[in-house]
């Protein structure tokens, strides 16, 4: 979710698309050398090459939820909310390698309970992290050596997820999505960054991403030839500041690219209150929030990310999405549905 906004400092002028050179040597898609990957290596060192080559092949995400839960400022309650958020029913999680606002170790911990305890498999979650730049960090609490190199404190942060999100001896750890939590402060470090992480999909890393982030960057990362791995999802701030994204979330649709959406309530006390949310809330008789995530949800293309605290309002916000799914379905509903997606359109200027 949120972080330093760097991206308020990123300079295109003088960054030409084309001169964005190549860093290093393309891998194989199908081969992982971990002579690049000396952080990670000893992750591996008991499983067979071999085996590890074949298991890459076929690495796909896990389908992305509607509603992930969002794991920011939580703290020290981060292991506890995030079990209680995985027994309600969430089967996403997002959350960063970023000790000024998340505990990843911590969501790791949630994550391997709910797994030994039959709560939920590996395989049917989504789970998301994200590599954060300098900009974004506490000086005093990295996962990584600020004065090493751009490509090593990659290496070094992705290797602190995959220690946090690794349940057993005998198999690899991975991360669904990992996403660059903003640009960086110029083109060049964040093609140097992006093609980094490159390096892991699909092996480590199924797909990667991007956050707090202006059209110009999503669009050269879609078009540059440089760039081997297309962005599969965009997770920024939906919010009035922003024009709720309606053009950058437009071109996603364009490009098949998921988008997520965080403040979503606290970033839209007027939205949470408006004609069409509550008239949607009254009329399936469900909490004006779990309305506001529905709308979000049938603009198209979208995630939304869920950080409450209350057992009950995960419970209902998950229940609540698919009632409004069943009711916009629903001869009695479709109407009314309809009616209530196209007047919320038209108050965030979105093309009906």
């Known amino acids: ?7 308020e400092l990123f300079n295109l002028v003088g960054h030409s698309l084309s001169s964005i050179k190549t860093f290093h040597t393309k891998r194989s898609n199908s081969v992982f050398n971990f002579s690049h990957h000396r952080h990670i290596a000893p992750l591996f060192k008991q499983q067979s090459f071999l085996s590890f080559r074949f298991f890459a092949m076929d690495a796909k995400p896990a389908p992305m939820p509607k509603l992930l839960y969002g794991t920011a400022w939580k703290k ?7 079990l209680l958020a995985l027994k309600a029913g969430f089967r996403g999680i997002d959350t960063a390698a970023q000790p000024r606002h998340y505990k990843e170790p911590l969501v790791g911990d949630a994550v391997k309970s709910a797994i030994s305890s039959g709560i939920a498999k590996r395989g049917d979650l989504f789970i998301q992290t994200k590599f954060t730049s300098i900009d974004g960090q506490d000086p005093d609490d990295l ?5 090493a190199p751009l490509e090593e404190q990659v290496h070094a942060s992705v290797a602190s997820s995959l220690r946090s999100f690794r349940y057993a001896d005998s198999e690899e750890p991975y991360i669904d999505s990992l996403v660059l939590h903003s640009p960086l402060r110029t ?3 964040t093609a140097k960054v992006w093609k980094t992480l490159e390096t892991y999909v699909p092996h480590l890393i199924r797909q990667l991403g991007i956050s707090n982030t202006p059209l110009q960057v999503i669009d050269y990362l879609c078009t540059s030839p440089d760039i081997a791995v297309r962005p599969a999802v965009v997770q920024n701030r939906f919010y009035p500041s ?7 979330r437009a071109y996603c649709r364009e490009k098949d690219i998921k988008f997520q959406t965080f403040w979503t309530l606290s970033g839209n006390p007027k939205l949470l209150r408006s004609p069409p949310v509550q008239k949607l809330a009254t009329n399936i008789n469900i909490e004006q929030p779990v309305a506001l995530y529905a709308l979000v949800l049938g603009l198209g293309g979208t995630s ?3 950080g409450t605290t209350n057992e009950t309002h995960m419970k209902d916000d998950l229940k609540g999405i698919e009632i409004v799914n069943d009711y916009a379905q629903s001869d009695q509903g479709q109407s009314v549905w ?7 359109k038209q108050l965030i200027g979105e093309k009906v």
């Open 242 to 248: 922003t024009d709720w994204e309606v053009d950058l």
């Open 76 to 82: 020290d309650a981060t292991a506890d909310l995030v």
């Open 1 to 7: 979710m949120c972080t330093t906004r760097s991206w």
């Open 187 to 189: 083109l060049p470090d």
């Open 143 to 147: 996962p990584y050596d600020p004065n």
């Open 338 to 344: 309809s009616q209530c997606l196209r007047e919320f």
């Open 304 to 306: 939304v990310l869920d």
